[in-house]
């Protein structure tokens, strides 16, 4: 069942005679505007200096147990690595059980993260006791976020299944950011398996890391149409999506002019789908790729122009000037295209900028 809106509030106030049909319009609007700018209920993502404290603490724990772990960190043997990983596990995931029953919702989710962070170092350890290493050589844990490799498959399954039951027993949004993350490696890994060939060269993987991209900010998109009450779970998967996008977009070695101009394009796109979907990662994605194109132009084609300084200068200040109308406007810009939209269109925009209907 749909939860009721304040607009569906205010509607039946007009059917009531209570308010005419002029003020239902001007409360419409008013309430549009705020629904619009306003974070989704529940645990929507902070960024004052304790969230940050927590979600550094958080990435320097799956950090040390993991990208950065060292050579020294496989000499214990695979036995005291497995054990390793099941007590952190298990400290992890009690701890942040007991935050999320008091209401710490972030640091227990963080921590419930990084109880599903060991699950790498975990399967690792399974595998080599079970004589199946994913390596050739000892001590090479760490390889498994350098390297893309099909031995690692399993890691990135069983992970993405520790991350989707801890999602089930603990709404945490953050925890789509991990499963996002082992997706994309595992689209790096599947990939030249499916397609018969033993290894793929830069520009293909960053291909894939595009389409990759374009699929997880489809997924984000169809979670955003409609509003959940225990988080933004659209958020991470957003962010995850566009890095792996634009990533790959921007790692496209395009020889000629129309392709780099049509690479500014799509960043120009970007920037109009953050006010469509009311996603500011978007447009900065998009401001950042626009500013990379202007820079090739200054460095490249006009780089014995006297004028393109200057020009470039404005085009900068014009970039600032746009942020600064978005800032005030971004609300007013959000209503005015609700109001423009067909109601067809309209159901295709995210749940919080149709104004608050799940």
């Given at each position: 069942?749909?939860?009721?809106?304040?607009?569906?509030?205010?509607?039946?106030?007009?059917?009531?005679?209570?308010?005419?049909?002029?003020?239902?319009?001007?409360?419409?609007?008013?309430?549009?505007?705020?629904?619009?700018?306003?974070?989704?209920?529940?645990?929507?993502?902070?960024?004052?200096?304790?969230?940050?404290?927590?979600?550094?603490?958080?990435?320097?724990?799956?950090?040390?147990?993991?990208?950065?772990?060292?050579?020294?960190?496989?000499?214990?043997?695979?036995?005291?690595?497995?054990?390793?990983?099941?007590?952190?596990?298990?400290?992890?995931?009690?701890?942040?059980?007991?935050?999320?029953?008091?209401?710490?919702?972030?640091?227990?989710?963080?921590?419930?993260?990084?109880?599903?962070?060991?699950?790498?170092?975990?399967?690792?350890?399974?595998?080599?006791?079970?004589?199946?290493?994913?390596?050739?050589?000892?001590?090479?844990?760490?390889?498994?976020?350098?390297?893309?490799?099909?031995?690692?498959?399993?890691?990135?399954?069983?992970?993405?299944?520790?991350?989707?039951?801890?999602?089930?027993?603990?709404?945490?949004?953050?925890?789509?950011?991990?499963?996002?993350?082992?997706?994309?490696?595992?689209?790096?890994?599947?990939?030249?398996?499916?397609?018969?060939?033993?290894?793929?060269?830069?520009?293909?993987?960053?291909?894939?890391?595009?389409?990759?991209?374009?699929?997880?900010?489809?997924?984000?998109?169809?979670?955003?149409?409609?509003?959940?009450?225990?988080?933004?779970?659209?958020?991470?998967?957003h962010l995850g999506g566009l890095m792996a996008f634009w990533g790959g977009l921007t790692m496209q070695h395009s020889g000629s002019e129309l392709g780099k101009a049509l690479y500014?394009?799509?960043?120009?796109?970007?920037?109009?789908?953050?006010?469509?979907?009311?996603?500011?990662?978007?447009?900065?994605?998009?401001?950042?790729?626009?500013?990379?194109?202007?820079?090739?132009?200054?460095?490249?084609?006009?780089?014995?122009?006297?004028?393109?300084?200057?020009?470039?200068?404005?085009?900068?200040?014009?970039?600032?000037?746009?942020?600064?109308?978005?800032?005030?406007?971004?609300?007013?810009?959000?209503?005015?295209?609700?109001?423009?939209?067909?109601?067809?269109?309209?159901?295709?925009?995210?749940?919080?900028?149709?104004?608050?209907?799940?």
């Open positions: 069942m749909s939860a009721r809106s304040p607009i569906d509030d205010l509607a039946a106030a007009r059917d009531a005679g209570v308010i005419d049909a002029e003020t239902f319009e001007r409360l419409t609007r008013f309430l549009a505007a705020r629904l619009a700018t306003a974070p989704p209920a529940g645990a929507a993502p902070r960024y004052d200096f304790v969230h940050m404290l927590w979600y550094a603490g958080a990435l320097i724990v799956l950090g040390a147990m993991g990208m950065f772990s060292t050579m020294a960190f496989g000499l214990w043997g695979d036995g005291a690595l497995l054990a390793t990983a099941a007590i952190y596990a298990a400290v992890f995931l009690a701890a942040g059980a007991v935050l999320w029953r008091r209401g710490l919702r972030t640091p227990g989710g963080l921590l419930v993260t990084c109880a599903v962070g060991m699950a790498p170092l975990a399967i690792y350890s399974l595998q080599s006791l079970l004589g199946h290493s994913p390596i050739d050589a000892p001590g090479g844990y760490r390889d498994f976020y350098i390297w893309i490799k099909s031995s690692w498959l399993p890691m990135e399954l069983g992970t993405i299944a520790a991350a989707s039951l801890a999602l089930m027993v603990f709404p945490f949004p953050f925890l789509t950011m991990i499963i996002a993350f082992c997706l994309w490696f595992l689209s790096m890994d599947l990939t030249p398996w499916l397609m018969g060939v033993d290894d793929f060269t830069f520009d293909q993987r960053a291909t894939v890391s595009m389409y990759f991209g374009l699929v997880v900010i489809a997924l984000a998109w169809l979670i955003d149409l409609r509003k959940w009450k225990n988080g933004d779970f659209a958020f991470w998967l500014c394009l799509v960043n120009v796109g970007l920037v109009f789908l953050s006010i469509f979907l009311m996603r500011r990662a978007y447009a900065v994605f998009g401001a950042v790729g626009v500013t990379m194109y202007l820079g090739y132009l200054s460095s490249e084609v006009f780089k014995d122009s006297i004028l393109f300084p200057f020009a470039l200068s404005g085009v900068g200040v014009a970039l600032i000037a746009f942020g600064l109308v978005f800032h005030k406007y971004g609300p007013a810009l959000g209503v005015a295209l609700r109001e423009l939209l067909p109601e067809h269109s309209q159901r295709l925009r995210p749940a919080h900028a149709r104004g608050g209907d799940s």
